[in-house]
């Protein structure tokens, strides 16, 4: 097989050599459109389940909803393990799948589990809440907002409005929860002195305005029942009648008049007489600090199947599209920016491969001594590595620390590829001419190809054998290496098929009818002589090579429990990230002050770019804290 397969390469040298410049071509184009990311998906299929219980305490919020939703859904098919969290006005629930289920099926399993349990919780409890699919780092970019002109109600409206919703149709995006968003709504502050005085009951009150409004928060109110109208059939026409309320503003709710009933000057009662109407926000169950002062935050969440690369570069581009129209309003989307660090590995990725490429090729050079044998080997490395990534890319693979790292490892074999077959073929052909043989060049190339490429072909083997129990490792770790493997697989396998086709083609091209008598390199006599020098000491006494050697084995196996252990190495990270929880109790104002005064004095060390904070919870946001909590980046 392997005879017909190189055989076959030469015999078509200039078409088997056109197709891999094609490919290195089309990798080159290909590359580009991969997907990018950080790490591998490595986190096991989850559903997330939260329920808004505003007013309720952490205590009642387990007893009344947590533990009746992990009963209903215990038993689902495929759960592996079930997390819950009981925080005041919020449970939280997170259902861990087991590797390899369908993510979308899992959630349709868990939405008929709670169209089970729904009628059985509070009626103060807003209905569950599955957070849409998060990938395992799905926090890929930290927008603050601030702005001098508008107050944070104002603010909250454009980021909810205007903002959030132009982010959600980026594709890749799963969610942009907003802290510190101050919801605008007409608020009814009564005074129970001007209630008395006028004897109005607060229920009256509440139901005066919950039946005022086409939206009213008391679910037993008219009010609450949105789609009032109906119709009216002419001969001829259907005219449809639509009810448009004209209380929108506290300023036209103040003159809502409860009943019938009037004051003593013989003017209607209305609620402005009982009760203090204006603008305000619902109860606020987080916050955010954006430098030093209020602000909003805007975590932008993407989904699993999504690349940070990708959606990044959508949303900046989303955001620049409307800044036109966004004046008097500060947005700075560096906060927290993970493609920055995918940036920078690629910058270094390229730089250090251009930098490596020109190293083996002047090595190549220095040692072989020939400059035709040296670009058949410097052209054989990058083809190989490009050959693995266009497979991968076929695969649906992505780009991130791992596959590179799996790259970088096989780098080895890939040279090592490249260098024995040219050298070994050089040496064939020069010595076979020397002694007259009446064999052709070709056949030459062909029978020393198959000589070193059996056992360099065995060699790849054992050596991709040795990853094969990587893919059978289970949890984190194995999600974590399996990326890794698989590149190197395939570079193994990727290299010897280019051995075997490319490089017999290229030396036939290149050096078939060339002189390829030996010019010896000036620099091997000098290594010989130094080498020879090293080497004498050892031969006369070898203990000390044996003593030597095993002084440095003992040495390591000593110092082993002293080396720590980490799943992955240290990156260059230009975020800084750190928590602080208070004592449970500590209002929402008294954490906006420390977290303020935290700000403002970081912001002073030299170096530090910016500073926001997120405090407590967001509304459908998948950090279930209390608002003694503050996340700062």
């Known amino acids: 097989m392997m005879r017909w397969i190189v055989a076959t390469s030469l015999r078509f040298r200039f078409l088997t050599v056109a197709i891999a410049f094609a490919l290195l071509a089309y990798g080159i184009t290909a590359l580009g459109g991969m997907p990018v990311d950080v790490f591998p998906e490595f986190a096991p299929p989850r559903v997330e389940i939260q329920t808004i219980s505003v007013g309720l305490s952490a205590v009642e919020v387990e007893e009344l909803v947590t533990v009746p939703l992990e009963q209903a859904l215990n038993g689902i098919p495929g759960l592996d393990s079930m997390r819950s969290k009981s925080v005041p006005d919020l449970s939280d629930i997170v ?178 007489d009982v009760a203090t109407l204006t603008w305000d926000t619902i109860p606020q169950v987080g916050d955010a600090v954006i430098n030093d002062g209020p602000g909003l935050m805007l975590v932008v969440q993407k989904l699993p199947w999504a690349n940070t690369w990708d959606v990044t570069q959508g949303v900046e581009k989303a955001i620049d599209d409307m800044r036109p129209g966004l004046q008097g309003i500060d947005i700075d989307t560096t906060l927290f920016r993970p493609a920055t660090f995918i940036e920078l590995a690629l910058d270094n990725l390229t730089e250090s491969l251009l930098v490596g490429g020109l190293l083996v090729f002047l090595v190549l050079l220095l040692f072989l001594f020939e400059w035709r044998v040296a670009i ?94 990587v893919f059978f490792l289970e949890g984190l770790s194995g999600t974590f290496f399996k990326p890794l493997a698989t590149a190197y697989i395939v570079a193994g396998l990727v290299s010897p098929l280019i051995a075997l086709t490319v490089t017999p ?56 429990p002293f080396f720590g252990q980490e799943l992955l190495p240290s990156f260059k990270e230009r975020d800084f990230l750190m928590h602080w929880i208070t004592n449970a109790g500590t209002s929402l104002p008294e954490m906006f002050r420390v977290t303020q005064a935290a700000c403002r004095e970081l912001l002073t060390i030299d170096g530090v770019r910016n500073c926001g904070s997120h405090i407590g919870q967001a509304y459908l946001a998948d950090e279930p804290y209390g608002v003694n909590f503050t996340e700062n980046w």
Not at 143 to 160: N, W
Not at 185 to 209: C, G, H, K, T, W
Not at 409 to 437: H, P
């Open 95 to 272: 259902l861990l799948f087991k590797p390899g289920t369908d993510v979308v099926f899992a959630r349709q399993l868990v939405q008929e589990r709670l169209r089970t349990v729904q009628t059985q919780l509070p009626t103060w409890a807003a209905p569950p809440f599955m957070i849409q699919p998060l990938s395992s780092t799905s926090r890929i970019m930290k927008i603050a907002m601030s702005s001098k002109q508008y107050d944070t109600k104002d603010l909250s409206m454009t980021a909810y409005w205007k903002i959030r919703a132009r982010l959600l149709r980026v594709p890749g995006v799963a969610d942009v929860p907003i802290w510190g968003e101050k919801v605008k709504v007409p608020s009814i502050q009564v005074d129970p002195e001007r209630l008395r005085a006028y004897d109005v009951s607060l229920d009256e009150a509440m139901n005066i305005a919950a039946n005022a409004l086409d939206v009213g928060l008391l679910q037993f109110s008219s009010g609450s029942v949105i789609g009032t109208g109906g119709f009216i059939d002419t001969p001829n026409q259907r005219i449809t009648i639509q009810h448009k309320s004209p209380i929108l503003t506290p300023e036209t709710l103040v003159l809502t008049p409860i009943h019938d009933r009037v004051k003593s000057d013989g003017t209607p009662l209305t609620l402005g």
């Open 376 to 469: 058949i080997s410097a052209t054989i490395i990058p083809l190989s590595l490009m050959t693995s990534l266009i497979v991968l890319n076929l695969q649906g693979a992505t780009i991130n620390v791992m596959t590179l790292a799996g790259l970088a490892i096989a780098i080895g074999a890939v040279v090592d590829d490249a260098i024995v077959d040219v050298e070994n073929t050089v040496r064939r052909l020069r010595q076979l001419r020397k002694e007259g043989s009446p064999k052709s060049t070709a056949r030459i190339i062909l029978e020393s190809s198959l000589e070193v490429r059996g056992a360099i072909v065995y060699a790849s083997l054992i050596e991709i054998s040795a990853l094969i129990p």
């Open 505 to 560: 083609a290229l030396i036939l091209i290149l050096i078939g009818n060339t002189n390829v008598d030996h010019r010896p390199s000036p620099i091997i006599p000098w290594l010989h002589k130094v080498y020879g020098r090293a080497l004498a000491p050892i031969i006369n006494k070898p203990y000390r090579a044996y003593l030597a050697m095993a002084t440095i084995v003992i040495a390591g196996v000593a110092v082993m």
